[in-house]
């Protein structure tokens, strides 16, 4: 027998534009490799088992298709995952322009994580897999099909010129200054005190899901830091049960149940 | 479907010209149709120049277009000037008949003349309008050309999207498939980048709109090697371009179900409020990542009878193993659950359907071929459980559905269950009935038993001669109109390579053609081929198509489908869903699907005012 529903203790949302590799790091995280994957349609649900708790992830599709959907993934989420590619700015601008209002539907204590993923390709570092397991075939795979020239790396694009993407090479267009940057407008955004909030180097990651690179800690920090929230859940959920998303839709079902039998 | 080509048959019926062969009156009988028929498998195309050719491509005209193009832009690489004469030289090399639907044929010869200096001109304005727009006029920094060509770059676009368009192998493709919009912006190109083929749709938008300024319509340009198919709907221009030598109805079917594809990712009603708003509106920004599922759409109809013959294929399964799936799917139920549906291996195991509305109308193959096609693209990350709004086009165009999909046997992935809500906030809900339906199947070893069902063997039949058979029956036990259904054994030697495969398709598509001619249909047809003998047989009550060894005799061939009907017959509980189960969710009514307040919130809610 398969275990009964697994409630979910805690919510956890992936957002970014298309193309990002919002999936690619997820399907790094969960199955340990890196496969081509195509667009992903609406959101796909995923639990993951954490300790003693059980922790949903929403990987969202990017295109502007579903965009209508967003707020309703990120509904009741305590932590999002705002996820960019280092060799396109637009994809960061894109955060702040199209995804970060449909975090409003998250919680108020929602957590945000800022993603600069496909790091291999600007970062010689991001080559090697800190991936507690990572399997020495895949970095060599990724050594032959993504070495190029690191020479533009140290200048960073300026935002207005895309340009230089023509050429072969894949330079950086996002700095980990321009995440933390952006983090710190999130913040302001949701009104909430740089101060008694989680400081950006804990929050900023740049990973490569290619290689594994960050992809481990990545995840795990941002379990580790939506705990608490989940704790505190729990202790709601006591005193007042129908704060909760995930348990007024689980009465729907029991409804459903009695209605039909 | 059927609907569709009826009526374009009606109107099209004006412009239909007999070849030679077909000269003689209909005919019912076996032995007519043979003699009729002879050895020729496909008519040739050039006797289709008999008919009026109402507008010709004039070679000083696209001289014109060809000389003005670089001031009019003198920024793109030679290739633009190449293409243009690519469609030059296509179209007008074998002097191509250009059928639409004209009112008056003396006089529109005539106006046609008139018109041909103005319309070197106007194709030249076009032209010069669309590089305008490309030139990013009301384009946002994201999809600017530069930014564009540097997504390309990115290991994600392989496949067709980076292919040369000015090489000969571009040319060589056996179907093409284009859409864009009214104001002539690419929207998908099945070869190549739209990007790279603006102009080349730029020409396609001026032949459409050249023929709609004397109020025709542009139906099909027919050249030696080629057909040209034009659809419009709404706001959008379908174009295929094919050496397949199918028919025009055939082609423009294929063209339709392009049509509702997009209509199941968008909805009829978002795309007509966007081009109204902004006629010049690019909509592979909405469409952007939905390339892969147009791609496998078109693929899909190259390989499976299914959309040929407008029908879904069911996995062959013992009755009493589909009966208990079916009713472990009727006891998984929650409010607004419309449709639940079981997949193995890319065949329907069972579909069940919520009451009230499958009484309000019908599930469409169609629609079926659209839920497949989607899971087909959607699979490559198939842990998990997926949530995703969906339009079935022929039950409602203008609204969702939301779909649960998620399979139930990882990591093989060949069992998939998908369960259709109309509720947006439901998942939660309907994630629950997966796990009764899991519970369920675990408990009755249903997933074992599945994974033992397969397609079967024509052998099987017990007819010798007989290679290979599509039977869709029309007659339904049930009194209420049901999905539309065929079975087909699979498809082995001689039959076994895509070569042979496709081959096998192509006279199967040639003799639909044949028997649904919307100038003279047939109702039998015998037909002799190189290497196979071919039987199509349309009745009240079925059609059958029939692939037998070269050798059979007439007398065999019948003798053989006798057998072959009494097999099916016997045979019919395992290779039918003959009894749609159904259950009742009731649904609150304003909730219902067919056209609720809810609904209109729905469309509207999906971020598309939010772009305009």
Redesign the interface.
């Known amino acids: ?2 275990d ?2 697994k409630r979910p203790d805690v919510k956890l949302v992936l957002l970014g534009d ?2 990002v590799g919002k ?1 690619s790091l ?2 790094r995280y ?2 340990r490799k890196f ?12 639990l993951k088992q954490w300790g003693p708790y059980n922790i949903s992830i929403w ?1 969202t ?10 707020s ?1 993934y990120c509904r009741g989420a305590a932590a999002v995952i705002l996820t960019y590619d280092v ?2 700015w ?1 994809s960061l ?2 955060l702040e322009e199209r995804f970060l209002s449909l975090t409003d539907t998250a919680n108020h204590d929602c957590i945000y994580a800022i993603v600069g993923n496909k790091a291999d390709l600007t970062d010689p570092k991001a080559h090697l897999s800190r991936t507690s397991d990572g399997q020495p075939e895949d970095q060599t795979e990724c050594e032959e ?1 993504r070495t190029e020239p690191q020479v533009l790396s140290a200048c960073p694009t300026p935002p207005a010129s ?2 230089s ?2 050429g ?1 090479m ?1 330079h950086k267009q996002v700095t980990h200054e321009d995440a933390v940057a952006l983090y710190g407008r999130i913040l302001r955004y949701k009104g909430l005190d740089e101060k008694s909030s989680l400081p950006a180097e804990k929050v900023c990651f740049e990973t490569s899901a290619k290689t594994g690179y960050n992809v481990d800690a990545l995840f795990e920090t941002m379990f580790d830091l939506v705990l608490p929230s989940i704790l505190r859940k729990r202790h709601e959920n006591q005193e007042s049960p129908t704060v909760d998303l ?1 348990d007024s ?2 009465a ?2 029991r409804k ?1 149940r009695i ?3 | 479907m059927e609907r569709a080509n009826h009526q374009e048959g009606e109107a099209q019926g004006v412009r239909i010209c007999d070849p030679p062969s077909e000269s003689n009156p209909p005919a019912d009988t076996l032995a007519t149709s043979l003699s009729l028929l002879g050895n020729h498998m496909f008519p040739d195309p050039v006797e289709r120049l008999g008919s009026t050719t109402v507008s010709r491509d004039d070679p000083a005209n696209s001289s014109d277009v060809t000389a003005e193009e670089p001031s009019v832009d003198a920024e793109p690489p030679s290739n633009q000037l190449m293409k243009l004469e690519t469609e030059d030289t296509e179209t007008s090399e074998s002097q191509p008949v250009v059928s639409a639907q004209p009112a008056d044929r003396g006089t529109e010869d005539a106006a046609a003349d008139n018109d041909q200096n103005d319309s070197g001109e106007f194709v030249v304005a076009m032209l010069a309008k669309a590089k305008l727009e490309e030139q990013g006029i009301g384009v946002k ?2 999809s ?1 050309p ?2 564009e ?3 390309q ?4 676009f392989t496949s067709h999207r980076d292919e040369d368009v000015t090489a000969d192998s571009w040319r060589q493709h056996r179907k093409h498939v284009f859409v864009l919009s009214e104001a002539g912006k690419p929207i998908y190109s099945r070869y190549g980048s739209e990007e790279a083929l603006s102009s080349t749709m730029g020409v396609m938008m001026a032949l459409v709109s050249f023929v709609q300024s004397s109020d025709n319509i542009i139906r099909s340009v027919y050249s030696e090697e080629h057909t040209v198919v034009f659809l419009q709907k709404g706001p959008l221009v379908l174009v295929c371009v094919s050496s397949s030598r199918q028919s025009e109805q055939q082609l423009r079917g294929e063209l339709m179900y392009v049509y509702y594809q997009i209509i199941s ?2 909805t009829q009603a978002s795309i007509s409020r966007i081009f109204e708003h902004k006629k010049n509106y690019d909509l592979r ?6 390339e ?2 147009l791609d496998g759409l078109l693929n899909l109809v190259d390989s499976d009878p299914s959309f040929l013959l407008a029908a879904v294929h069911c996995l062959p399964l013992a009755s009493s193993l589909r009966d208990s799936l079916s009713q472990i799917l009727q ?1 998984a ?3 607004n659950l419309v449709f639940s549906i079981l997949i193995a291996k890319n065949q329907l195991l069972t579909i069940v359907q919520e009451k009230t509305v499958i009484e309000d109308t019908r599930l469409e193959p169609a629609d079926v071929h659209l839920l497949l096609n ?1 899971i087909g ?5 198939q ?7 969906i339009c079935l086009p022929l039950f409602n165009p203008d609204c969702y559905f939301y ?1 649960y999909i998620s399979y139930l046997d990882p990591p093989d992935c060949t069992v998939c269950l998908l369960l259709l809500s109309t509720d ?6 309907v ?2 009935c997966k ?1 009764k339906i ?2 369920a199947m ?2 009755q070893n249903s997933l074992s038993l599945i994974a033992k069902a397969q397609s079967y063997s024509v052998s099987q039949v017990g007819v010798s001669d007989l290679r290979h058979f599509m039977y869709k029956p029309f007659d339904v036990p049930d009194n209420y109109r049901q999905l539309t259904q065929f079975t087909s054994p699979e498809m082995e030697a001689p039959y076994g390579s895509e070569e042979e495969k496709m081959r096998l398709l192509d006279l199967y598509r040639y003799m639909h053609s044949r028997i649904h001619s919307t100038s003279r249909p047939l109702k039998l047809i015998y037909h002799v081929a190189e290497r196979e003998t071919l039987l199509a047989w349309v009745t009240s009550k079925f059609e059958l198509y029939t692939c037998f060894s070269p050798l059979v005799t007439k007398a065999c061939a019948i003798t053989a489908i006798t057998k072959l009907l009494r097999w099916i017959k016997k045979e019919e509980d395992r290779l039918f869903i003959r009894y749609p189960p159904k259950y009742s ?2 649904p609150n009514p304003s909730k219902s699907s067919r056209g609720g307040k809810s609904d209109q919130q729905d469309s509207t ?4 005012l ?2 305009l």
Not at chain 1, 61 to 70: C, D, I, K, S, V
Not at chain 2, 383 to 389: F, K, L
């Open positions: 027998m398969p009964k529903m298309m193309n999936t997820l399907h969960m199955e496969k081509e994957t195509v667009s992903t349609v609406g959101g796909a649900f995923f990987d599709a990017g295109r502007e298709q579903f965009h209508g959907l967003g309703m060799t396109n637009q601008a894109e099909e895309p340009a993407l023509s072969v894949l995930e839709q689980g729907h079902s459903a209605g039909c039998c | 920094g994201r600017s530069l930014l060509a540097g997504t770059e990115s290991p994600t990712m968008l920004r909405l469409l952007a990542g939905s892969k599922i006891k139920i929650t409010p989607l693209a959607s699979s490559a990350f842990a998990g459980e997926i949530w995703t709004p779909a947006k906030e439901a998942f939660y809900a994630a629950e796990r899991e519970e675990e408990t969710t009731t809610d999906n971020g598309f939010s772009l």
